[in-house]
């Protein structure tokens, strides 16, 4: 192998060193900024004994904890699917790293006023509002501050009422039957 030759590996090697360490140091620090950023809400999921979501032109759904476990009691009643409750909880210690003050933004604008949907963890309400243009990010007002946050929730909380029931035992047999 010439020195030319060598030359050009040594130097593709150091420029694949110098891109690892970059992106390293790229992703390193917006770890750290996520871990510094205060959650949306002063709340533990697990406290959590009440869930309400107020939807426009739907029906609104009713939450409460029961023994341990998630009640559905509007618009039907019955043991509500975990699952789908469990994301719910975990946006009290979502982290959002843009937010605004909400009384330099235009609400109407935004779609927080009225807003698309309100959803209450226990008596703290979060209003969602429009998604931004440019990264799909949802906007979300807690009292005087306006959060672009990442939209997981807004379809789920606007799906079927019944889709938020736990399955029941015959339902399970029955769809079993029926698939025989």
């Known amino acids: 192998m010439n020195a030319l030759a060598r030359r050009q590996w040594f130097n593709g090697g150091l420029f694949l060193v110098a891109?690892?360490?970059?992106?390293?140091?790229?992703?390193?620090s917006s770890q750290d900024r996520s871990a510094e950023l205060p959650p949306l809400l002063d709340l533990a999921p697990a406290r959590i004994g009440r869930i309400t979501v107020e939807r426009p032109g739907q029906p609104s759904l009713a939450f409460e904890r029961r023994a341990g476990r998630w009640w559905m009691t509007a618009p039907a009643t019955g043991p509500a699917n975990p699952a789908l409750l469990e994301p719910v909880q975990q946006l009290a210690q979502t982290r959002c790293e843009l937010h605004y003050s909400a009384a330099?933004?235009?609400?109407?604008?935004?779609q927080l006023e009225p807003p698309k949907l309100r959803l209450?963890?226990?008596?703290?309400?979060?209003?969602f509002g429009a998604t931004a243009p440019t990264d799909g990010q949802?906007?979300?007002?807690?009292?005087?501050?306006?959060h672009l946050c990442p939209?997981?929730?807004?379809?789920?909380?606007?799906?079927?009422?019944?889709?938020?029931?736990?399955?029941?035992?015959?339902?399970l047999l029955m769809?079993?039957?029926?698939s025989e």
Request: glycine residues 6%.
């Open 104 to 110: 330099a933004l235009d609400p109407k604008t935004l």
């Open 151 to 171: 939209d997981r929730l807004y379809r789920l909380l606007t799906s079927a009422a019944e889709s938020f029931l736990a399955p029941s035992i015959e339902t």
């Open 120 to 127: 209450w963890l226990d008596d703290r309400e979060i209003r």
């Open 19 to 28: 891109g690892t360490l970059a992106t390293l140091a790229w992703f390193g």
């Open 138 to 146: 949802r906007y979300l007002q807690i009292g005087p501050t306006v």
């Open 175 to 178: 769809k079993a039957k029926d």
